[in-house]
Structures are given as C-alpha cells and as structure tokens.
C-alpha cells in the first residue's frame, strides 16, 4: 500500500486489516488474494514489531499455501522463508532452522543447487547455523584484575 510504502504503518494497519477482513468474507480464507493479504498483514505487523501476531498470520498463510498450492510450490516456499526468518528475529532458532532445511530441499529438488533462490535460501541457513552456534557457546570468563585471589 502507499501508506506502508511511505512508512505510515499506523495508517495503513487498519486499512489491511479491513481489506482482509472483506477478502475473508468475499472469497475465503484459502484464496490466494487473501493469502496475500494475509502475508501482507504479517509482514506488516513484523515491521511494526508485533511478532507475535506476525507469526500467527505466517502461520496461517503457510497452512493454507500448503493446502492451496501443495509442498514444493514457490509460494509455500516463500512461506516458510518469512516465516523462518520472523523465528529467527524472535530468536526461535531451533524451528527456524528446520522451516530452513525444508525450503532448501525443496528447492534443491526443483530448482537445482545453483538457482538464485536455493543460493539465497543455503546463505540464510548458514547464517542462522552460526547465529546459533555463537548463543549455544558459553560467554569467555571476564578478565581477572585479583592476582592473590583477596578482594579489596
């Protein structure tokens, strides 16, 4: 929308809101112009900070793709890419990863290794791995100043 485009988040939140609302109504929840305006709505919602409402919608967008459009299909791919990379920001490392490795066997299945998207998709891995190695390392000690071990 052009307030989102603008940065009115704001203002174009309710306008979503009532966009979907009517979409939902008119069409379906499984529609694929809802399932847009749902990912949208959670997209939206993820930039204003609102996690975890986000992620209930990408969840709901990536069950009805899934149903809609089935396992291997780009929008559910892109699904489960929005909805990792929100686990992540809200530091959901373990199932991200997993929403991860699901995309990139899909699209090194049907796209091969080399396309862009299954490139972009390993490099998100890659990067989660290391974000989740570095918190799974235990802090280094701080530095000691004490030589004989007395306190002042």
């Known amino acids: ?3 989102w485009g603008q940065g009115k988040l704001d203002d174009a939140e309710p306008l979503l809101r009532k966009a979907l609302e009517v979409s939902r109504r008119k069409l379906g929840t ?7 305006l749902i990912s949208n709505l959670g997209s939206l919602l993820q930039a204003q900070g609102k996690l975890d409402e986000a992620e209930s919608l990408y969840r709901e967008v990536l069950k009805g793709v899934r149903q809609v459009f089935g396992d291997d299909d780009p929008e559910t791919l892109s699904a489960l890419y929005f909805l990792a990379g929100l ?3 809200k ?3 373990q199932e991200a990863e997993l929403l991860l490795r699901e ?3 899909v699209l090194s299945r049907t796209s091969g290794n080399d396309h862009p998207s299954t490139l972009k998709v390993k490099q ?5 791995l290391k974000e989740k190695q570095a918190s799974e390392s235990p ?3 701080p530095p000691s100043d004490d030589k004989d071990g ?3």
């Open 1 to 3: 929308s052009l307030l």
């Open 30 to 36: 499984e529609h694929p112009n809802t399932l847009v």
């Open 87 to 89: 686990l992540q920001n």
């Open 91 to 93: 530091n959901n490392l």
């Open 103 to 105: 995309a990139l066997e």
């Open 124 to 128: 998100s891995l890659e990067a989660l």
């Open 139 to 141: 802090p280094p000690d």
């Open 150 to 152: 007395d306190q002042p």
